[in-house]
């Protein structure tokens, strides 16, 4: 099985909203990574969690927030965003990191509009 | 700065055709090139090709890896409608493993 599940499918919020997304694989993976993909472009990594600490940071704006409670789970918390934020939010997981190289699994995205 | 061109950008075939996509890359510390196929969502993983594995093969696809080239070429044999996507090469490298995606080819697959 190499799911990664993504909540919610869509989400529309204003720019003085807090929202979350969240991300849940069940494959004992120990990396897990946020990437942001506007229309008619690749995936842009944002942030890379290792083994529950925060790898990388791609210099993301700090209205976006990642959070990695345990090693299955990871959520992007979103306030204040703007409309130029609009695009599909996409998690993804491997086995790890460091040790590979490994292959990273793509949830199905949320289709985030800030309006 | 790491660095990967797909080749085409898009293009169109009818049912049946062969076609072939390219990928070169320039990568600090290469580790692993990877090829996703993208239709509505998410990128669906197809192939992860590495120094000691440089040929994958499954189905009616397979990809091969030139490291003296630095390039890699995924091929699909009697193509499908199905087929239609956007096939995305991503290279892993630098201290961070981090992965670097192609724009990516527009394959439509017409019948």
């Known amino acids: 099985d190499t799911e990664v599940t993504q909540t919610p499918k869509h989400l529309v919020m204003g720019m003085t909203n807090k929202k979350s997304l969240k991300c849940e694989q069940h494959?004992?993976?120990?990396?897990m990574y946020w990437y942001k993909q506007k229309a008619k472009k690749p995936p842009e990594l944002m942030f890379v969690?290792?083994?529950?600490?925060?790898?990388i940071n791609e210099s993301v704006p700090s209205r976006f927030s990642p959070e990695c409670p345990n090693s299955s789970l990871l959520n992007l918390h979103l306030h204040a965003l703007q409309p130029e934020d609009s695009a599909l939010y996409l998690c993804?997981?491997?086995?790890?990191?460091?040790?590979?190289?490994?292959?990273?699994?793509f949830g199905p995205g949320t289709r985030l509009t800030v309006t | 700065e790491d660095k990967v061109v797909q080749s085409p950008l898009s293009l169109v075939v009818h049912e049946g055709d062969t076609v072939t996509l390219n990928c070169s890359y320039e990568?600090?510390?290469?580790?692993?090139l990877l090829w996703y196929k993208q239709e509505k969502k998410a990128p669906t993983f197809l192939f992860m090709l590495?120094?000691?594995?440089i040929e994958k093969k499954s189905g009616r696809l397979s990809s091969i890896l030139d490291k003296k080239e630095l390039s890699s070429i995924l091929n699909i044999t009697a193509t499908q409608t199905g087929d239609s996507a956007i096939y995305l090469c991503?290279?892993?490298?630098?201290?961070?493993?981090?992965?670097?995606f192609g724009k990516g080819t527009l394959l439509t697959v017409n019948p």
């Open positions: 969690y290792s083994y529950e600490k925060l790898s």
């Open positions: 494959m004992g993976h120990r990396a």
């Open positions: 993804a997981s491997s086995p790890g990191q460091f040790e590979g190289p490994y292959e990273q699994y």
């Open positions: 990568v600090t510390n290469f580790r692993s």
């Open positions: 991503a290279v892993c490298g630098g201290s961070n493993y981090k992965l670097t």
């Open positions: 590495t120094s000691s594995g």
